[in-house]
């Protein structure tokens, strides 16, 4: 909060004898452990356009030692599962560079993962460090066995669409599979604005819950484009669509994604127009075509804040190749139409020819994390981390005077031998909990101590 605002409220409330000093923040941090905060601002009855700033805390006395120190240190050793869940968390307040959009860029990660696998050879114990974009492969190198995976992104919009679909994973108690397929397979869902209020915002950090608080309606809505139509590169596709209809393509686009097998898919793609006149039109005319396509999809200013695609890479590409970047994207289409079938097996152009996935239960493809196996694998329970939070209990227990009653005595007290508490039932780590999400750069992930096997930093060309 800027200065002069603080100052402000400060003396408001001064008046009626009431202290809101940043030090009763700092000694609640300091006496007790912060299960989760919010930040908000909120109206004013009757005093129009000010409004003032209030902060919920829910914290509950440390242990003796720390809150799960043992066990913290015991996962470390073992690959780190309950690394970045049990550990004491002050979160920053991300901002993204002032070039970036103030929404994310990419609704998917346009890297396929099943191309990394024999470089990558992600397993059990991995700790990886990768690059969140979407986040879908964030979560499909869960699926691999990765003992930690830290996802990081310099835009903090990138991290919330990661957090919104681990969140998803996560309540498992109150989003089915149908769910979450619906919120992030299909990108609509009637009931997101209720789901997002009940079952998702507690589980997100300050800064998603800033980001999807005014947009969950909008982007989730049924009765608009959906969530694969948002976001810079969703933005792009979404005026590609509009373009295509009005050039009598848009059936094209339909049939392109459907064609249910490879040779069928090619027929469809040379029976279009602007592929025909590519082939058989003179060369100024694909000269001229080629130079208005350039000026309109692929100058500098739709490829940053639509693809993605920075000035360097922009130069890199013309320099390398020797070719102006609409030929290239050219090339490009021509290759994933004729060399990979969409409905099949390549889900990052299908989804864009539908805005939506296409389930595999229908003859379709997604990424991995999507299916229904996947969702139930990273609802797993973690075996690894259950054991080493078991031993923690243990040691604990075993210090602890409770421990030298009798059994009967032990469970009077509020301690049984599930390892319930005062506090209620532990609930079990799973899968997904080996996911760290953070908005920074990968030299600031390497400096806060995390030491990865595994570092995913580039982009497929």
């Not at 995976?149 to 989003?175: F, G, T």
């Not at 003859?363 to 054991?387: I, N, Q, S, Y």
Request: charged share 20%.
């Amino acid at each position: 909060m800027p200065w002069a605002r603080r100052f402000f409220w400060q003396a408001v409330f001064d008046t009626d004898g009431i202290s809101i000093g940043p030090e009763r923040r700092a000694a609640l941090d300091h006496r007790f452990e912060r299960l989760w905060e919010h930040n908000g601002e909120g109206g004013i009855p009757y005093v129009p356009y000010l409004r003032a700033p209030w902060y919920a805390w829910i914290g509950r006395a440390e242990r003796e030692g720390g809150v799960g120190a043992g066990a913290v240190a015991a996962a470390a050793a073992k690959g780190g599962a309950v690394y970045a869940l049990q550990a004491r968390h002050v979160e920053p307040a991300p901002e993204a560079p002032s070039a970036f959009p103030p929404t994310f860029l990419y609704t998917m990660s346009w890297e396929d993962p099943r191309a990394d696998e024999d470089f990558l050879r992600i397993g059990p114990g991995s700790q990886v460090l990768t690059l969140t974009s979407g986040g879908d492969n964030s979560l499909t190198a869960l699926l691999s066995g990765a003992a930690r995976v830290v996802s990081i992104d310099i835009n903090p919009a990138q991290s919330a669409l990661l957090e919104l679909k681990a969140a998803a994973v996560r309540a498992s108690h109150a989003l089915s599979y149908e769910d979450v397929w619906r919120l992030f397979g299909e990108g609509k869902h009637e009931a997101a604005p209720q789901i997002y209020e009940r079952s998702l915002a507690p589980l997100l950090s300050q800064s998603a819950r800033n980001f999807w608080g005014t947009r969950v309606g909008k982007y989730f809505d049924p009765k608009k484009q959906g969530l694969y139509f948002q976001g810079g590169m969703g933005k792009l596709v979404a005026a590609i669509h509009v373009g295509a209809k009005l050039l009598g393509l848009g059936n094209w686009l339909t049939e392109m994604a459907d064609a249910p097998s490879l040779e069928a898919q090619v027929k469809v793609w040379e029976s279009a127009w602007p592929v025909r006149f590519f082939s058989l039109a003179p060369t100024f005319l694909v000269n001229l075509f080629s130079s208005i396509l350039a000026f309109t999809l692929f100058n500098r200013l739709v490829l940053w804040f639509g693809a993605g695609v920075p000035c360097s890479q922009y130069e890199m590409i013309e320099r390398d190749d020797g070719v102006r970047l609409s030929s290239y994207a050219a090339r490009t289409l021509g290759g994933v139409a004729t060399k990979t079938h969409l409905k099949g097996d390549n889900y990052f152009y299908a989804s864009c020819l539908r805005g939506k996935y296409l389930n595999p239960e229908e003859g379709g493809c997604c990424p991995e994390w999507m299916t229904r196996e996947g969702v139930a694998t990273l609802r797993a329970v973690d075996v690894e981390a259950e054991k080493a939070r078991e031993e923690e209990r243990r040691r604990e227990s075993s210090s602890s005077p409770v421990s030298m009653l009798p059994p009967s005595s032990s469970r009077a007290l509020g301690r049984t031998s599930s390892g319930s508490g005062p506090e209620g039932p532990r609930s079990s780590l799973r899968v997904i909990d080996r996911l760290e999400v953070r908005s920074c750069t990968f030299l600031e992930a390497l400096k806060s101590g995390f030491r990865p096997d595994r570092v995913i930093l580039m982009d497929h060309m």
